[in-house]
């Protein structure tokens, strides 16, 4: 089992930048896919990143691409989602998920899941 834990988030000023962090436990993640997804009440989760166990391979949502970075640090058992230029729009609650396999944009690739992290932009 591995338990995530997302923390980072709060209320910011459109443009501004924050720096989310997903900290895992119960067993390494370093051969695992991890992503960040989000999700506005009544609405379905969005597919935000995802980095492949090497840290290599990215891939971004088209909604944030070029304005957020996602990174990991195996040795810290941690993922960071890094957003500049934050937009009302990006407004959600942030989930941090891992998944065993390759992962993907779909929610169904992944088999764990964190509690989320709220993030408010204000115009």
């Known amino acids: 089992q591995v338990q995530l834990v997302e923390s980072g988030g709060g209320l910011v000023q459109a443009g501004d930048s924050l720096r989310l962090s997903c900290l895992a436990s119960?067993?390494?993640?370093?051969?695992?896919?991890m992503g960040w997804f989000r999700q506005v009440l009544g609405k379905e989760r969005e597919f935000v990143a995802a980095?492949?166990?090497?840290?290599?391979?990215?891939r971004y949502g088209d909604s944030v691409k070029g304005r957020f970075t996602i990174s990991r640090d195996n040795a810290k058992n941690t993922v960071y989602l890094q957003m500049n230029s934050l937009k009302p729009e990006d407004t959600a609650v942030y989930y941090c998920?891992?998944?065993?396999?390759?992962?993907?944009?779909?929610?169904?690739?992944?088999?764990?899941w964190g509690q989320g992290t709220q993030v408010t932009v204000s115009s």
């Open positions: 998920a891992a998944d065993r396999g390759i992962g993907g944009r779909g929610i169904q690739e992944y088999d764990y």
């Open positions: 119960g067993r390494t993640i370093s051969d695992y896919t």
């Open positions: 980095i492949r166990w090497s840290g290599i391979n990215t």
